[in-house]
Structure formats: structure tokens, C-alpha cells
């Protein structure tokens, strides 16, 4: 079946450092990649997403590659904030009308 | 209006009730889904409505009963529940009622449900 492994956490940042959060996946044919955001009490936010191959998505600075070859969708922010303090999702839909989800990436960004 | 809407926020219920968890959309999203998450974990997908009809159930307990009155309205009716079934519960729209998605979800904010 479809899997999404993601990066262990927790990742403890200073402010305006880079961000890397790995993402890798299994899934039959050509799936649709995401990011999503939950900041603490609320819900998931849908943060970017790619639909094919070599698409980039990219959202509030950060950006995702949809990599093929690798099946990987790397998110990537170049100077992160207080303010991005959250979990990351990363998640695929294959053609099964549903999404699998990673087990998710706590960010800490420190002043 | 681009948001998912669920009441209440916050429920506290024992085991022995009866309560509903309530979710509306009016982006015209034919696709409508409920979640559960516990802390720390990612949702984990319960039930799927595409066209007001249930096309997945992930082998849900029948004490959770969902109900798709029409194409705005997705509702949780919960009766007879554990401690164990104390989680947060995410409602989520898409604009792909079916096969592989191409939008992604929009997540309502939940409702923290606590069972004593």
C-alpha cells in the first residue's frame, strides 16, 4: 500500500536559519504530494502541493520538489520565523480517493 | 468563503450519552471527510462522503454513526463511546469527490472530545 515516511523530529532552530524537512514515499503509479501545517490547538493547514513530476510548490517561502526518481518531496524554507513553529504533514493521494499521512515533524524555531 | 466550520470546539461527554459533532462547508466541495487525531500522531482518516453518499468506512465502530444531510452538512453522531475515543476530531472538504486528489483537504479547526 501507499506510504509517506518523513524525517524523526523533533527539530529545534534558531530564527532565520534553513529548514529541511525530509519527506519520502512509496505509492503505485503517480500520486499527488503535500505539505500541510498544524499550528498547537488548530487544524491542519494545507501549506503547497505538487501534482506530477518535477512540479515545485511553494507557499509563504517554502518550497517542495516533486522528485520522481527519488520519490521524495523535500520541504525547504530558506530563513525560518518564530511564527513557523508547528507541525508539518507530508501526505500523498494515490487514486484510492483517500490521503496517507506521514507521522509528522514538530518544529521549534527559537528567537 | 474558504473555510470548514465545526461546532462544538470542545465536548466533554460520558460514556452513557449521546452527542453529534457538527461540520459545514460552502465551498461546493462535493468530497467531505472525518479524521480523528490523537496527540502527537498523525488524522487518521474514519469516514469518506463524495456526492452526499459514503464511499469508505476505515472499519469504524458503530458508536460513531456519520450522516451527510446534504452537500454543505457533515455530522458525527456519537453514542456509547470509550475514554479510549477521547481525540481531536477534523472534518475536512476537497473539490475531488473521488480517485487521486489534486487539491488537497481543507481541515475545519476540530473538536477536542474528551469521554469520562
Known amino acids: 500500500g501507499d506510504s509517506v515516511t518523513q524525517m524523526e523530529g523533533p527539530v529545534t532552530l534558531s530564527e532565520e536559519a534553513f529548514l529541511t524537512i525530509n519527506c519520502t514515499y512509496t505509492?503505485?503509479?503517480?500520486?499527488?504530494l503535500f505539505w500541510y501545517v498544524q499550528y498547537p490547538g488548530e487544524g491542519l493547514q494545507l501549506l503547497l502541493k505538487a501534482t506530477k513530476a518535477d512540479d515545485k510548490g511553494s507557499n509563504k517561502g517554502f518550497e517542495a520538489t516533486y522528485r520522481k526518481e527519488t520519490t521524495s518531496f523535500h520541504l525547504e524554507k530558506g530563513s525560518v520565523q518564530v511564527s513557523d513553529s508547528a507541525v508539518y504533514f507530508c501526505?500523498?493521494?494515490?487514486?484510492?480517493?483517500?490521503?496517507?499521512f506521514g507521522d509528522g515533524t514538530t518544529l521549534t524555531v527559537k528567537p | 468563503d474558504t473555510e470548514v466550520t465545526q461546532t462544538p470546539k470542545h465536548l466533554v461527554m460520558g460514556m452513557t450519552n449521546k452527542k453529534s459533532l457538527k461540520c459545514e462547508q460552502h465551498m461546493g466541495h462535493r468530497a467531505m471527510y472525518w479524521y480523528k487525531q490523537k496527540a502527537k500522531k498523525p488524522p487518521e482518516l474514519m469516514f469518506v462522503y463524495s456526492y452526499e453518499k459514503l464511499s469508505i468506512n476505515e472499519s469504524v465502530p458503530s458508536r460513531f454513526s456519520p450522516e451527510c444531510p446534504n452537500s454543505s452538512l457533515l455530522n458525527l453522531h456519537l453514542h456509547a463511546l470509550q475514554p479510549e475515543d477521547s481525540a481531536l476530531y477534523l472534518c475536512?472538504?476537497?473539490?475531488?469527490?473521488?480517485?487521486?486528489?489534486?487539491?488537497?483537504?481543507?481541515f475545519g479547526s476540530g473538536t477536542r472530545l474528551t469521554v469520562v
Open positions: 475536512a472538504s476537497s473539490q475531488s469527490p473521488e480517485g487521486r486528489n489534486y487539491y488537497g483537504y481543507t
Open positions: 501526505a500523498l493521494s494515490g487514486n484510492a480517493g483517500k490521503s496517507t
Open positions: 505509492a503505485t503509479g503517480y500520486p499527488s
